[in-house]
């Protein structure tokens, strides 16, 4: 009986702190037209988005949203769309270049992901150690985040990895140890070079990076067509 009532407590403190969660959203500062995007761009072009394979026309792009190929077996975005912040394009370029002296490239699995996207993510999977959490966003959804690996640049095979893209398993996280030497040794060169380039690895995931800057970059929940569009007429008016 005792463990019984343990286990309603349990659960009502889940639902109400979740509740309260949900509501912060509200206060959330969101993008959700490319009219406001447009102004925030204006005011400062490090705000600009760019296509990653327009930018570096030498990375691979493998989108897994785009396809049921992930950990949610469902297409969360209508085409494979890499869209990121300028700076972070930057950045990447120079990985991409300092890789290349190695023979190695880089394959982006995702990059910016609408708001909505990571909601319907959580709604799908309400885990609050490898997900998105809706009521602070995911910094995919600022356009700063992305989530690769390394692949051999002549063959464009993946370098062995500790895990697969969204393993959720400790296996995943950047400090796991029980490895094989060469697996430990590609995992480590990913992170060595995002990290020389301003990218801080995720504390749980060895495949998502993090852009270091000082600009207040806001959420965004607009569609990447939009924001593709939105590239072409800035691009057009310069
Ligand atoms: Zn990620």
Redesign the pocket.
Known sequence: MKSIALILITILTYISSHSQENGRTINLKIIKTTAHLEETILLDSNKSFVQIKDFIPTIELDIKYATNQNVFYRKLYSRPSALIRLPVAKALKNVQEDLFAKGIGLKIY?AYRPYTVTCKMFEILPDTIYMGLPWKGSK?NKGI?L?LTLIDFKTRKELPMPTPFDALVYASHPNFKLLPENVIQNRDLLIHTMSKFGFVV?PV?WW?FNYNSDTNFELIDIPHSEIENLILKLKLKR
């Open positions: 995702d995919h985040s989530d995720d995931e998502h």
